[in-house]
C-alpha cells in the first residue's frame, strides 16, 4: 500500500470538495430507499439471515483470551459462542454447544478451562473441539467420536482482532477485506492492546443508527459544541471499496490542530499522515465503524437486538504503553468520547418512531450520503432480490463509483 500516494489523492479530495457546486458531472440520483427496510419483520428476517449471518463481524481482541485454555463467550449473533486459546497463537471458535443434548459446554463468560466440558452429562472436549470422553460409552450403539466434535465457526484474525462468520463457506477474512485490511496495517493491528469496552443501548433498529456514522451531513446541527468546532465537513473526500467497505476522512479547520485528549499518549510510528493528521473513518461492512489514529483506535460495532432496538459495543485499543497501569488520560479521552457518542444516538428512538409511521415513504439521500446508499446496496446482493417475497430492493446505480 503506497500511503504517500493515498495522502496526495486525498489532499486533492479535499480541495475538489471544497469547490464544487454540485455533485461530480454523471453521479446519478439516488432512487428512494423503502423506508419498509428499516420496519418490516420479514424483510429483516431475511436480513438477519443473509447478512448478519453470513459476513465477518468483529468479535474481540487477543488480550480477552490471553493464555492457552482461555476463552470468551461471545453471543451478539444471538447464538452461543465460545472463542478459545488452543494454544501456539491459535484461536478457534466453536457453537457452545455439546453433541449430546445441546447443553453448554461453557457457562461463564469468560475464564480458563483445559477441557470443554458439559456440566449437564459430562461429555469432554480437548481445546481443538475433539471429542475426547463421555460417561457409560458402553450404552451408545455404534457412536462414533470422531463425528461428534464441536462444530466450529469461522473464525479469522486481523493482528489481535478476532472475526467470526457464521458462514461455514466464508471467504477468508483478508480477501473479504481487501484494500481495508491494507490501510489498517498501517495501525500495527499485531502489537495493539485492549483498553476498555462497554455497550449502549439504543431504542431503535440499527440501520437507523449506522447510518448516522456513514455521513457527516448531520454534524452541523447535533455536534456544534463538540466535532463541528474542529472538522470542516466540506472538504469530505470519501473511497467507497468491494464488499461494501468504505472510508470518508474529513479535513481538520486547523492542518495544526491536536487532540489534547491524546496528549502524552504513545504514537504509532507507521501512521500514515492522512489518519495521523486529518479526521479518518472507516466502515467495516456491515457493522464496525472506526476512526483510528496514531495514539489510539475506538471500534464502533453496531448490533440489532430485535426489529427496533440495537446496541453498539465501543472498544478502545492502544499502543503498547510499556510496564505499569494504563495511562490516566485514556479515562478523560473515553468519557469526551462518550459525551460525542450521546450526541451521535439522543434522536435515534424518535427516528425510529418517525420512520414506522405512514408519514415516511423512504430515505431519500444526497451525494454526501453515498456511504450509506453503498451499504444499501451490499445488503441487497447479500440478499438477493429472488429472495424478497416483497419488493424492497434499491437499483444498483454507484458501481462505477466503487474503486476496485
Known amino acids: 500500500m503506497d500511503f504517500n500516494e493515498d495522502t496526495k489523492r486525498v489532499?486533492?479530495?479535499?480541495?475538489?470538495?471544497?469547490?464544487?457546486?454540485?455533485?461530480?458531472?454523471?453521479?446519478?440520483?439516488?432512487?428512494?430507499?423503502?423506508?419498509?427496510?428499516?420496519?418490516?419483520?420479514?424483510?429483516?428476517?431475511?436480513?438477519?439471515?443473509?447478512?448478519?449471518?453470513?459476513?465477518?463481524?468483529?468479535?474481540?481482541?487477543?488480550?480477552?483470551?490471553?493464555?492457552?485454555?482461555?476463552?470468551?463467550?461471545?453471543?451478539?449473533?444471538?447464538?452461543?459462542?465460545?472463542?478459545?486459546n488452543s494454544g501456539d497463537d491459535n484461536i478457534k471458535a466453536y457453537y457452545n454447544t455439546c453433541r449430546h443434548r445441546g447443553a453448554p459446554v461453557v457457562t461463564e463468560k469468560t475464564g480458563k478451562a483445559r477441557l470443554l466440558v458439559c456440566t449437564y452429562h459430562g461429555w469432554s472436549y480437548d481445546l481443538d473441539g475433539n471429542l475426547i470422553n463421555l460417561r457409560d460409552p458402553r450404552d451408545f450403539v455404534d457412536l462414533d467420536k470422531s463425528c461428534q466434535n464441536l462444530i466450529e465457526v469461522s473464525c479469522d484474525c486481523l493482528g489481535n482482532w478476532i472475526f467470526i462468520n457464521l458462514d461455514p463457506d466464508a471467504e477468508p477474512l483478508k480477501d473479504y477485506l481487501g484494500i481495508l485490511g491494507e490501510h489498517m496495517q498501517q495501525f500495527q493491528p499485531e502489537k495493539l492492546r485492549h483498553v476498555h469496552s462497554k455497550s449502549y443501548a439504543v431504542n431503535s433498529n440499527v440501520k437507523v443508527l449506522l447510518d448516522a456514522f456513514l455521513e457527516v451531513y448531520h454534524v452541523p446541527s447535533i455536534h456544534q459544541k463538540t466535532v463541528s468546532r474542529f472538522i470542516d465537513i466540506d472538504g469530505t473526500y470519501?473511497?467507497?471499496?468491494?464488499?461494501?467497505?468504505?472510508?470518508?476522512?474529513?479535513?481538520?479547520?486547523?492542518?495544526?490542530?491536536?487532540?489534547?485528549?491524546a496528549d502524552g499518549l504513545t504514537e504509532i510510528e507507521t501512521v500514515s499522515e492522512i489518519p495521523k493528521h486529518q479526521n479518518a473513518s472507516y466502515s467495516f461492512f456491515p457493522n464496525l465503524v472506526t476512526p483510528p489514529s496514531a495514539t489510539g483506535i475506538p471500534f464502533l460495532a453496531f448490533w440489532p437486538t430485535s426489529d427496533d432496538t440495537c446496541e453498539i459495543d465501543v472498544h478502545w485499543f492502544s499502543p503498547d504503553w510499556g510496564d505499569g497501569d494504563l495511562p490516566k488520560v485514556w479515562e478523560r479521552r473515553i468519557e469526551n468520547f462518550e459525551n460525542i457518542l450521546f450526541e451521535d444516538t439522543q434522536f435515534a428512538p424518535a427516528i425510529q418512531e418517525s420512520v414506522s409511521s405512514p408519514g415516511f415513504k423512504g430515505v431519500l439521500l444526497n451525494y454526501q450520503e453515498r456511504r450509506i446508499y453503498h451499504w444499501h446496496e451490499e445488503l441487497d446482493k447479500k440478499i438477493g432480490h429472488n429472495k424478497m417475497s416483497q419488493d424492497y430492493s434499491i437499483p444498483r446505480v454507484l458501481e462505477p463509483f466503487v474503486e476496485k
Open 238 to 261: 470519501i473511497n467507497l471499496w468491494p464488499n461494501g467497505h468504505s472510508r470518508m476522512v474529513t479535513p481538520h479547520r486547523d492542518p495544526d490542530w491536536k487532540d489534547p485528549g
Open 11 to 84: 489532499l486533492k479530495g479535499f480541495e475538489e470538495e471544497r469547490s464544487r457546486t454540485g455533485p461530480p458531472e454523471g453521479f446519478p440520483k439516488f432512487p428512494v430507499i423503502p423506508g419498509e427496510r428499516y420496519t418490516d419483520s420479514k424483510f429483516l428476517e431475511l436480513e438477519t439471515k443473509n447478512l448478519w449471518q453470513k459476513s465477518w463481524v468483529y468479535a474481540c481482541h487477543k488480550d480477552e483470551l490471553p493464555e492457552k485454555g482461555s476463552y470468551f463467550v461471545w453471543d451478539k449473533l444471538q447464538v452461543p459462542i465460545v472463542i478459545v
